[in-house]
């Protein structure tokens, strides 16, 4: 049988020349496995790089779905905890009739609150309303509802639309306004009575910005509620409306003064990750990059499979050999990297495809080791940072708590005097102490220095006139925090002021075409002309903090740039003039790159 069929195959190619048997054997021994094989390849390589595509998805977008379900989570407890507490709900359930009991407990909500409303990031407002009307507003925590307008609409609308909400918790987008969110939650009394209403503003970017920006090469995100409308979206426009899909195609109507985002019939990949709170992430994932994958798949198997077909047989097996031989050894260092050893190379000197992995591969060893290395430095940091800022919550409550209790104290014998004492450093201990902010407006700033000023007219009483001269109009522009109250400082420090007859502290805040300028005179003992020059050369070295002067002008440089100009001048004996010049900003100033 053999020797017959070896008959055949001679007497078929006995007729041919080199070249055709060549040809014959090549494609009957070569191509058409190679074709047949290769097909069923390219079949099942890109079959499963779309399911692996798909599983990615699905599994980015569930943990889309964990991250913004815990932040949910952390934004609805604040709430909760807010509006859940005991003694707030005692305060705001209480008829008054003493403006001290008034006063307590506007300094109770102050001090209870006012680092609460810091504890998350994106929280742009938080106020607290009530309609207890034996109560006062204070304009920064304590409000009652109002005419004035409040996230898209007035106080009063909103406030009754939520009072009739049948959910204590409501999460909702502001009309009009895509990049904020409003979180109301109802404060309800022991007996179940509506006693008022939290309202907390979220800066959209802050919350919800890097988890729907861009995902999937193109695709579009978006956060549903319960009520199946989108609070969030990569295309911003959609938020508002509500959307419709398969699953949900029941619970949204055609009311066209309601419109909804339809995606019942997008051929797209469509995604829903459930929330534990009822709400969903909806993901459309593009195909069109999904299917580039695909010809580019293609296009690379093809291109390989008809290099190596033209090649010699002995070429082929020799360029198959030193190819398997590199696989197994970048398989190995694979192996070695994934037990961590991050030194793993690969030595290649070829400069083909497999040359460009192995130098690939190299990189990327070594960027996961500094990458691993980065992430533990990382967390480390974070914990120190986590611990820092623990204390620094901690250590002004009980200042605020110590501080209140000495004021009831001082309260219970009508020490008028002692309770002014008390109010002027509780006043200066909330901004010194506020680690959270570093620019505030100029008006916060005068309030902290009349404070320290008042605590000096008590400890030097009759010693110093303090002369005021404000342009209210500069009052809302920003400037750093603690800016005057180290000058003011350092006319009792360094002025030795208190032994000055007629003794005078001037204060004053003007603007000036675009700047603001600020200045601090007083007619102390004045400062040596020596020093005056060392300060100005930034070589002045005192005792303590010396003059401080350094640190201003590096703070004011850090949020202002090179636009600000911090000047002394000075006669020996007689007195001092500070001056502060930095551009007018009605809008919070942040730091700047480059100074």
Not at 366 to 373: A, D, H, I, N, T
Not at 567 to 581: A, F, P, Q, R
Request: glycine share 6%; with cysteine; aromatic share 8%.
């Amino acid at each position: 049988m053999r020797l017959r069929l070896e008959k055949m195959i001679i007497g078929f190619t006995r007729r041919m020349s080199l070249r055709g048997k060549i040809v014959i054997l090549y494609v009957i021994i070569l191509l058409l496995p190679t074709l047949v094989l290769g097909s069923a390849s390219v079949s099942l390589v890109i079959r499963g790089f779309h399911q692996s595509y798909v599983n990615t998805a699905d599994e980015s977008v569930r943990q889309t779905a964990r991250i913004m379900d815990f932040s949910k989570k952390s934004y609805d407890l604040l709430a909760v905890r807010t509006a859940t507490d005991g003694e707030l709900i005692a305060r705001l359930s209480r008829e008054y009739t003493e403006m001290s009991d008034i006063v307590d407990t506007v300094n109770y909500v102050d001090r209870t609150f006012l680092i609460t409303s810091k504890y998350l990031p994106g929280i742009a407002d938080f106020r607290i309303y009530h309609t207890n009307d034996t109560l006062v507003q204070d304009g920064q925590l304590l409000w009652r509802p109002e005419a004035r307008a409040l996230a898209g609409t007035d106080e009063l609308s909103w406030y009754e639309a939520a009072s009739k909400s049948s959910n204590p918790l409501v999460w909702s987008n502001v009309p009009g306004k895509p990049d904020q969110t409003v979180i109301t939650r109802k404060i309800i009394g022991n007996n179940g009575n509506l006693l008022g209403m939290l309202y907390i503003l979220l800066n959209y970017d802050a919350v919800f910005g890097e988890l729907i920006n861009q995902p999937f090469n193109g695709g579009s995100l978006f956060i549903v509620d319960d009520s199946r409308r989108i609070l969030a979206a990569t295309e911003r426009e959609e938020i508002g409306k509500r959307i419709r899909i398969k699953e949900w195609q029941d619970e949204v109507g055609n009311d066209p003064d309601d419109p909804a985002l339809d995606l019942t019939g997008s051929k797209e990949l469509l995604i829903s990750k459930p929330l534990s709170s009822g709400w969903h992430i909806v993901a459309l994932v593009h195909m069109k990059y999904m299917d580039n994958q695909n010809r580019t798949i293609l296009v690379l198997i093809v291109g390989i499979t008809s290099f190596f077909l033209l090649l010699s047989i002995f070429l082929m097996m020799t360029i198959v050999k030193n190819i398997v031989r590199r696989i197994r050894k970048l398989g190995n260092r694979m192996s070695d990297l994934s037990r961590g050893e991050f030194e793993a190379t690969v030595r290649y000197s070829e400069k083909d495809e497999l040359g460009e992995l192995e130098n690939m591969f190299n990189s990327m060893s070594e960027r996961l080791g500094k990458l691993v290395e980065d992430i533990t430095q990382a967390g480390l940091t974070e914990k120190e940072q986590a611990f820092k800022a623990l204390q620094a919550q901690i250590n002004p409550h009980f200042i605020y708590n110590s501080l209140g209790l000495i004021r009831w104290r001082a309260l219970d014998v009508q020490d008028h005097e002692q309770i002014q004492i008390i109010d002027a450093l509780t006043t200066f201990y909330r901004l010194t102490l506020n680690n959270q902010i570093s620019v505030i407006p100029i008006r916060d700033e005068l309030e902290h220095v009349k404070a320290y000023l008042d605590i000096c007219q008590f400890r030097y009483p009759e010693r110093v006139r303090v002369e005021w001269d404000v342009d209210e109009s500069a009052l809302d522009f920003y400037t750093i925090k603690t800016v005057l109250q180290p000058i003011v400082e350092n006319c009792y420090l360094h002025g030795a002021i208190t032994r000055k007859t007629n003794a005078v502290i001037r204060i004053t805040v003007a603007r000036e075409a675009g700047n603001v300028r600020m200045s601090v005179y007083d007619n102390g003992q004045g400062i040596p002309g020596t020093i005056l020059r060392e300060i100005a050369e930034g070589k002045y070295v005192g005792k303590g903090n010396g003059f401080g002067t350094s640190n201003i002008k590096e703070r004011l440089a850090l949020y202002f740039g090179k636009e600000t100009e911090f000047s002394i001048t000075s006669e020996t004996g007689e007195w001092t003039l500070v001056s502060i010049v930095f551009p007018a900003s009605s809008v919070q100033p942040n730091i700047r790159r480059e100074r």
